[in-house]
């Protein structure tokens, strides 16, 4: 009895999914211009491909954020565990943990009394995360939520009144537009308490090719992420999307430092989702992402608006990406 009321509860969790993610879709295909959510990139075949992404030679990021957790984890510790009182380590976007990772078994190794709460809604992915961590780091409290990173801080909160060190790396601060970056860092400030710290990652301006060939690479990796979204809709909303009438697009502009990404309509066609027809105007594109680069005067910045006190900067060798530290005081 209680596993078939687990059962149905599962059931209609998924549901629930379902209808939210269905409701968004219809709702940003029906704008002008029309958009989808990048967070629904991120289904087992988007896991797998952004996995492949990560491994390119083009996509800097990885190994410049790498290069910080692999030589810097030092630094990182330090300011964390000052006061040497127990904390949760929240990740948000947590993936498969292979820069934190490094930050994880140095804590472990020097004993420090902290639990660490993966944040992902992926639940492919965290299931690899836990499974992976467990026999790598087989000492680690871990606890695994899986939904909206506002709504586990709030769960993470409810778990545990120790102090919290929010880990936001990758440049995932990246994928929002600098008004909605402000609203999200004061939103978390808002749910953390003082003396929390929060370490994020953030990609730097730089030559606008190494940007370009970065999300656009020759091999079609990036295109095959971005159109798999349609692939996603299209296997869980039984929409019938035709992959091959829509191609990747991509732009960076250096004066703003915005990087985004398109799938344009290669014809004038239609496309059924849920009984409802969306029409589409051939070239007219969907606007699926973007992915902002800084300067450090746009980090200090957002800083200061949302409200944390800046601890430290930690560049890696390139001087192209930086992981801040800041602190609520």
Not at 57 to 72: A, P, R, S, V
Not at 88 to 113: F, H, T
Not at 284 to 306: G, V, W
Request: proline residues 3%.
């Amino acid at each position: 009895m209680k596993f078939g009321l687990q059962s149905e509860h599962q059931q209609d969790n998924i549901s629930q999914t379902i209808q939210k993610f269905r409701q968004e879709v219809l709702e940003d295909l029906g704008n002008t211009p029309k958009k989808l959510s990048s967070k629904y990139f991120y289904d087992s075949i988007g896991d797998n491909l952004f996995q492949q992404i990560m491994a390119m030679q083009t996509y800097y990021l990885t190994n410049c954020e790498l290069d910080i957790f692999k030589n810097k984890t030092a630094d990182i510790a330090h300011f964390i565990k000052a006061d040497e009182e127990p904390f949760d380590l929240i990740e948000l976007g947590a993936g498969d943990a292979m820069k934190s990772s490094y930050l994880l078994r140095r804590l472990i190794d020097q004993d420090v009394n902290f639990s660490y709460m993966p944040i992902d809604i992926s639940g492919n992915i965290l299931s690899l995360l836990k499974t992976n961590l467990n026999k790598s780091i087989p000492n680690l409290e871990i606890t695994c939520l899986k939904g909206e990173y506002f709504e586990m801080i709030d769960q993470a909160t409810a778990l545990s009144s120790r102090r919290k060190v929010v880990l936001f790396l990758g440049s995932n601060i990246g994928n929002m537009e600098l008004e909605e970056a402000t609203q999200f860092c004061s939103s978390l400030h808002q749910k953390l308490n003082v003396g929390d710290y929060l370490v994020m990652g953030f990609d730097l301006k730089k030559h606008p090719q190494t940007i370009l060939n970065a999300y656009d690479d020759p091999t079609g990796i990036t295109a095959k992420f971005n159109l798999n979204l349609l692939a996603r809709i299209n296997r869980e909303l039984e929409a019938n999307f035709d992959l091959n009438q829509f191609e990747h697009y991509q732009t960076y502009d250096p004066l703003s430092g915005a990087c985004r990404s398109y799938l344009i309509s290669l014809a004038a066609q239609q496309v059924i989702i849920d009984n409802q027809h969306i029409s589409f105007l051939e070239n007219e594109p969907i606007y699926m992402e973007i992915s902002q680069k800084f300067s450090d005067n746009d980090i200090r910045q957002l800083a200061h608006q949302s409200g944390f006190s800046p601890i430290s900067e930690l560049y890696d060798s390139k001087n192209w990406f930086v992981d801040v530290i800041w602190q609520i005081k």
